[in-house]
Nanobody, 131 residues
């Protein structure tokens, strides 16, 4: 059985930083699985934030949402046994307030920005940015 356990959310002031972590357990999530972060703000649909996909050896590709609101401020990384991911979030603003979800796929995902590509989801961690 696959479990995704997120941590690191909380309350932070505008301009602050947070680092989210997600650890996956279970044999179907491997070093070649794609893992990603999505978020959902109140009253809005879940949206893609960032993903890390295996491209060979020990190399992973990071993909970010096209929106300018994420690029340059958020960094996704993969560490440990390669089924742990992190999301470093800097220069946070009120629009970043959301529940952040970790997601993992079976190996072979083709569209890492699409939620339907992911088979497993965490319970979500709340990030609140206050002014």
């Amino acid at each position: 059985q696959v479990q995704l356990v997120e941590s690191g959310g909380g309350l932070v002031q505008v301009g602050g930083s947070l680092r989210l972590s997600c650890a996956a357990s279970g044999s179907t999530v491997s070093t070649t699985s794609a893992m990603a972060w999505f978020r959902q703000a109140p009253g809005k649909e879940r949206e893609f934030v960032a993903a890390t996909t295996w491209i060979g050896g020990s190399t992973y590709r990071a993909t970010y949402a096209d929106a300018d609101s994420v690029k340059g401020r958020f960094t996704i990384s993969r560490g440990g046994a390669k089924n742990t991911i992190y999301l470093q979030m800097n220069s946070l603003n009120a629009e970043d307030t959301a529940v952040y979800y970790c997601a993992a796929s079976r190996p072979g995902v083709r569209r890492p920005t699409q939620a339907q590509e992911y088979d497993y989801w965490g319970q979500g961690t709340q990030v609140t940015v206050s002014s």
